[in-house]
């Protein structure tokens, strides 16, 4: 069936007045992200803490046309939360599900800093799943769900993000080379759509047919949702743009959107077991040859043996000389040159020496230097030592990082991999490239120094992305577009246009006027305005 009803909001909330700021110092916490790439601009800030705040707010708007940005934790890299003009809408007072548990279900509450979190664990046929707020925390979520002795597999790098703004992006991190992304896991939303309208989307019962989804509204409205016709890159991850496979699932359009098309207001996900034993190996080189030699075996043999591998992580030569000024040995050895930090889950410790057994034979024929076992906390300090560093190393000179999040497919990654470092050293500039490996997926990170050193750097990193679409590869596998651009003939033109033109834009644009006629919604996010404003009211 491609045919969904829209539904009423959830009419329970205990308060009576929708939370607003209009003080212009609070609001001015608002109109950036943690890139500070860009910086917008807002009237108000409103803060609802239901499902009928969230509708009345976006009826309200959509009737004067105001636009309105929804912001969550302001994680995020790209500039999704920045706002262009109107008002804001806070997912931090959403806190709370808005669901009397069955039969099978039970309520799980956390409190911390007066704040208190509700969520609600249950199980079905298919397993073990949580009910949750999209203004929830990720760190807090996980911790909730693991004290129940259960998992949430997606881990993005930044545990403080909303979880409904990881679903908004569709985020992923290094544990996707086992599980898979956010994607995989979610199983209902609840989406509050532009008019004020519900749906209440479950996983498996909406498809496309032909390409299309048809919404019925509230008031009997019939819309044709018609999926855009380019093609995503072959790749595991891939965060570029609308969700786009023949007969696909409606709740993929909307998982990795961007606040496009509509705000999440309830959540429901997959979990898992908790993994019994989790262990973290910090394996150095004296080179990246070996390094990345490494890895391939490393994945041959997960494959081959069917051991638990659920992360490879890379950091290249320079990133390893910005760690080593933080850790001495033992930690890291001083020949050091790269680093292969991989996690492997195990049930036991006689099943921690079998794996070691496979593992030590590819570690010897990598010449390894050193394979160093750490505690799950100890890994993820120096792991984020880099990115730390990275920030002291911009703030010293004031200026920003120019970086990319791209990802190929297996048999290309050699090639854009020496790509790196041959424009990498062709410019001159401090540059670093680490990341998730094990899904050919790298972060290569311009560190200027001056103003000339952006622009030049902006304008090398044109030539990396163009390149890494050449292969099927993506110009975004995990941040998302938000606002980003890119450079070319001095001009700054819309990231998605590189991956899929200027038609796959614009249908992707048709795609949001459908459901968002009025362009009220995360407007700039995926597709510029100006994309927009060519289609006629």
Known sequence: MNIIYAENPKNNCIESNILKITDSHIIENYLTDESKIIKGSATEVVLPRCEKEISQILKEANNKKIHVTISGAGTGITGSRVPIDGIILSTEELRQVELKPSRNEK?????????????????????YYAIAPPGIPLTIFKKMVENENLFYPPDPTEMNAFLGGTIATNASGARTFYYGPTRNYVKRLRIVLPNG?????????????????IIILNNGEKI???????????????????????????IDLFIGSEGTLGMISEIEVKLIEKPKI??????????????????????????????????????????????????LPPKIPEKSESIIDFEIEVSNEIESDMVFEKIMPILEESNYLDAIVMPENEAKEIRHALPESINDFIHTYKTQKVATDISVPEDKFDEMFELYHKIGKQTGLHYVIFGHIGDNHLHFNFLPTNLNEVKKAMESVTLLLSEAVKLGGTVTAEHGVGKKYYI????????????????????????????????ILNIGNIIPKEYLDKINF
């Open 224 to 250: 044709e949702v018609q999926i855009p016709k380019y093609t995503m890159p072959n790749i595991r991850k891939n965060s570029a743009g609308y969700y786009v496979m023949p007969n696909m699932d409606l």
């Open 488 to 519: 070319s003939d001095d001009k700054h033109k819309p990231l998605l246009e590189l991956m899929y033109g200027e038609e796959g834009v614009f249908e992707a644009a048709k795609l949001k006027h459908t459901i968002d006629p009025n362009h």
């Open 107 to 127: 309520i799980i509450q956390y409190g911390i800093y007066g704040k208190t979190y509700t969520i609600i664990i249950g199980k079905d046929q298919d397993g």
């Open 197 to 213: 309208d519900v749906l209440n989307i479950r996983r498996g019962q909406i498809f496309a047919n032909n390409g299309i989804f």
């Open 278 to 327: 989790i262990i973290s190996i910090f394996a150095h080189f004296m080179n990246e040859k070996n390094a990345i030699d490494f890895v391939k075996k490393l994945r041959n043999l997960s494959k081959l043996e069917k051991i638990k591998v659920l992360s490879i992580e890379f950091f290249d030569t320079h990133s390893t000389d910005f760690i080593k000024k933080k850790y």
